[in-house]
């Protein structure tokens, strides 16, 4: 199922000249707007340099910019652009479609109860080895508690 719906988004993200990657990069930065880069790693579930290097080709396109944090100089914020506001009501667009597709014939309450049991299978494999991720999507890792 995961590589069907990777398939799908590759196939959609290349229409929009886009890779994976930086959909979920372009994806997490509109999700927590001024995150820094160790905080948007965190979120991602990937390594520091990898988000580095992904925010690196982003900034390249003029999709976001790093602007110097208010209080502490050394620390620089990830935004996006203007430029890419199009692009991502476009993303958000194909992205509820594709769900759209993949969720069709189930009902609302299958729907809700088969993303919580998704979310509590995350949380089991994150706790196998401790994985649990210190910062990020600890919202979904505390639902899995429950």
């Known amino acids: 199922m995961s590589r069907l719906l990777r398939t799908l988004f590759d196939r959609r993200g290349r229409e929009l000249d886009l890779t994976r990657s930086q959909w979920w ?3 997490a930065i509109y999700l927590n707007e001024g995150a820094t880069q160790s905080e948007l790693a965190d979120f991602m579930e990937l390594e520091k340099a990898t988000v580095g290097r992904l925010l690196d080709r982003l900034a390249e396109k003029a999709w976001i910019e790093r602007r110097l944090d208010a209080v502490d100089r ?16 476009s993303l958000r667009g194909v ?7 993949a969720l069709r014939g189930l009902s609302a309450e299958e729907r809700d109860r088969f993303i919580d049991t998704l979310i509590k299978v995350k949380g ?4 196998l080895d401790d994985m649990r991720p210190e910062t990020g999507s600890r919202s979904m890792a505390m639902a899995a508690d429950d």
């Not at 990830?78 to 692009?87: A, C, I, N, P, S």
């Open 25 to 27: 990069a372009l994806t």
């Open 124 to 127: 089991n494999l994150l706790n």
């Open 74 to 89: 050394r620390v620089r914020r990830v935004y996006l652009t203007e430029t890419v506001q199009g692009l991502m009501r």
């Open 95 to 101: 992205a509820a479609e594709v769900r759209g597709d």
